[in-house]
């Protein structure tokens, strides 16, 4: 069993993300991740891993996961394929 000293900072921040879920702001997860495991994480590193805080609901939403997961299908898995068609849209 990987012990949570194992693990990333991006892991613990992901795995503290779905035990609270997303309806809390970056400087809360901080102090539960300073708490909990005794890791001084950056805000910026949350919100690198999370993303922005408007987006958190549709990122966990499993209707949206599900269409990604199709469209990467589509691509072949290729995510270099599947951003290139996406910036093709910006």
């Known amino acids: 069993m990987e012990s949570y000293s194992d693990k990333s900072n991006a892991d613990l921040i992901r795995d503290t993300f779905k035990e609270l879920g997303e309806n809390h702001k970056n400087r809360f997860l901080k102090s539960v991740l ?41 691509c072949k898995n290729d995510i270099g394929l599947a ?8």
């Open 34 to 74: 300073r708490e909990k495991y005794n890791r001084d994480i950056s805000i910026s590193q949350i919100a690198a891993v999370l993303g922005r805080y408007e987006d958190r609901g549709i990122i966990g939403n499993e209707n949206v996961q599900n269409l990604c997961r199709r469209f990467l299908v589509g």
């Open 83 to 90: 951003r290139k068609v996406l910036a093709s849209y910006e």
